[in-house]
């Protein structure tokens, strides 16, 4: 079985966000790292692979400049190859532009039974990528999956829900978006990170895609940022060390509230 | 000055609009000459009374039967866009919401402005703005290109006030055609039980992050004590990713916005990821060994201890007043 998983490499979360002044986008400039919620992707592949008993799992990644940092570590993970769409021209692109790049690396991958997204991206979080690649490729596509099987040619999962979870289930192929710390993803051994420097990454444009630049980055967006402003602060109140007697404070303070 | 016709997509929990259902239609009241729903569910009835209280004139109701509600959802939108032409839809950043919402982006090439905060509408130009970085920031984006304009706003972002309008007039949907999307069934749907209010009605709200030290302190520290206040357990992206409980209970940027009466951070150190989903409570307290922990500047009772300590001795106190 083959398998596509999406993958974003995102400046550090840990390190604070900033927006450019001009663009009013994300500074993407730093170094990159593979989003935390694409490991869990990558894990599900790799898994779902070996259980059918072999199978290619390849990357799919897109970026505006020529990073591949993140998708070294994916690959390190034990994903046997990468298309990385990597071109200025992509600055500035929406979810949309995004679905549609990602849409056409899957295309250009071929003979793929399944696409594994996050449920969001760290940085960018809108949630509508899953969704709008499968649309794009005329695929169902189960989103929020906390649990994954694959057999006969289908696709079956459990799907988070606001009252518990629903079992879901299409023929393949199919976009499935999982939710996080549904597997436990591998540390990338010694030996894996010295194979993923030599492991293939075919980087193209999105014009090599058949993508034109009206579709694509800011062009494709069809949106403007108007504003950015501070939101008001929220002051700190009291701040105690706990003495042994820090409960009474929180009791006496609820009751204050009259929440007990 | 509104614009013409706002349709809000309006989902149902358990046969109720679900909250946030209600929070879009009063809003697009404020924004929209005409508002109108649209619905994926079994039982339009019943949806029609409730949207209709909250502004609604018509509902446009499909039936999904076992296929995915926001697939076909996505799909009969495509078909009444065409027909009626409204000029905003409103989605609930939500598992359903976005279904729906990224099918009909696809389908009519439209970009979409997502976990939106606010809406604002002078003449033609619709604002969308959006709280990020932990909520300290605020982006507002605008619309070009043709309509319809398309927005997810998250829950909580507007109050909910009923218009006192009669039931909304059901207008069924059919010859809906999901293609193959609309192949995925559900085959089973399973309800988890819960103990007191959902997370975002909650008054009040306990999360617990990874200072609660394994997956085992969860339900003893966490659970225990919303249970004691009648309120709801949340929990960090932290404890999400590592497995502890799942994504529903994730309060942040990528999970759920709440704003409780009470909101208490137990082991939490408030990374701006989890500070943008709680900020807005009424009142927060948090407990952390860790002095300097970023959540601090945000309560307005902090506790600098071991939850391990501070939190049995509340639960024992608090079991003793009865």
Not at chain 1, 74 to 94: E, N, R, Y
Not at chain 2, 14 to 20: D, I, K, L, R, Y
Request: proline fraction near 4%; glycine fraction near 12%.
């Amino acid at each position: 079985m083959n398998i596509a998983v999406c993958v974003k490499q995102i400046p550090d979360p840990a390190v604070p966000g900033e927006l450019d002044s001009e663009t009013k986008t994300l500074k993407r400039e730093g170094k990159l790292i593979l989003d935390d919620s694409d490991a869990y992707g990558v894990e599900m592949a790799l898994q779902l692979a070996d259980k059918a008993g072999g199978g290619d799992v390849t990357l799919v990644s897109m970026v505006p400049n020529d990073e591949v940092s993140g998708l070294r570590t994916a690959l390190a993970m034990g994903a046997a190859k990468a298309v990385l769409v990597s071109d200025p021209a992509l600055a500035g692109s929406d979810s949309l532009g995004t679905a549609k790049v990602i849409a056409k690396a899957v295309e250009r991958v071929g003979d793929i039974d399944l696409v594994l997204t996050a449920t969001e991206s760290t940085d960018g979080y809108t949630g509508t990528i899953p969704g709008q690649v499968a649309e794009l490729l005329g695929w169902p596509a189960l989103t929020f999956a906390k649990h994954v099987e694959v057999g006969d040619g289908k696709v079956s999962i459990q799907r988070q829900t606001e009252a518990g979870f629903d079992e879901v289930e299409a023929s393949l192929p199919a976009v499935v978006s999982v939710t996080a710390g549904v597997v436990e993803p591998r540390y990338p051994s010694f030996k894996g990170i010295m194979a993923a420097k030599n492991k293939p990454v075919d980087q193209v444009k999105a014009d090599d895609l058949g993508l034109g630049a009206d579709q694509v980055g800011w062009t494709g967006a069809r949106q403007q940022i108007v504003s950015v402003a501070a939101a008001p602060e929220r002051e700190a109140g009291e701040k105690i060390e706990d003495e042994g007697d820090a409960h009474e404070r929180i009791v006496a303070f609820l009751e204050q509230l009259k929440v007990v | 000055m509104p614009v013409g016709k706002v349709w809000v997509y309006a989902e149902a929990e358990e046969g109720q609009a679900t909250s946030v259902t209600t929070e879009l239609l009063t809003k697009a009241r404020e924004v929209g000459e005409t508002v109108e729903a649209v619905a994926s569910v079994a039982d339009a009835d019943a949806l029609a009374t409730q949207v209709g209280e909250f502004g609604a004139t018509k509902l446009y109701a499909v039936d999904p039967g076992d296929a995915l509600s926001g697939v076909v959802g996505g799909a009969a939108l495509v078909q009444l866009v065409e027909e009626h032409q409204p000029d905003l839809v409103l989605f609930a950043q939500s598992y359903d919401g976005r279904d729906a919402l990224s099918r009909l982006s696809a389908r009519l090439d439209r970009p979409v402005l997502t976990n939106g905060n606010s809406v604002d509408v002078d003449g033609d130009t619709v604002k969308v703005g959006t709280a990020i970085f932990g909520g300290n920031t605020i982006v507002e984006a605008t619309f070009d290109g043709p309509k319809p304009y398309l927005a997810a706003i998250r829950p909580k972002s507007f109050a909910a006030e009923p218009s006192g309008g009669g039931a909304a007039e059901v207008v069924k949907v059919e010859g809906v055609d999901a293609g193959r999307a609309g192949e995925a069934k559900v085959l089973e749907r399973h309800v988890e039980e819960r103990e007191g209010p959902k997370l975002e009605d909650a008054e009040v709200v306990v999360s617990g992050g990874r200072g609660l030290g394994g997956a085992e302190h969860y339900e003893p520290l966490v659970e225990e004590l919303a249970k004691l206040l009648k309120g709801a357990s949340g929990a960090s992206r932290a404890i999400v990713d590592a497995g502890w409980v799942p994504y529903a209970k994730q309060v942040g940027q990528t999970g759920k916005t709440v704003k409780p009466k009470v909101y208490i951070a137990i082991g939490i150190s408030g990374a701006t990821q989890h500070m943008v989903g709680m900020k807005g409570s009424d009142n927060i307290i948090a407990i952390n060994k860790d002095g300097e922990a970023p959540i601090f500047g945000v309560a307005d009772l902090g506790v600098v201890g071991d939850a391990h300590k501070v939190v049995p001795k509340l639960i024992e106190a608090l079991k003793a007043k009865g």
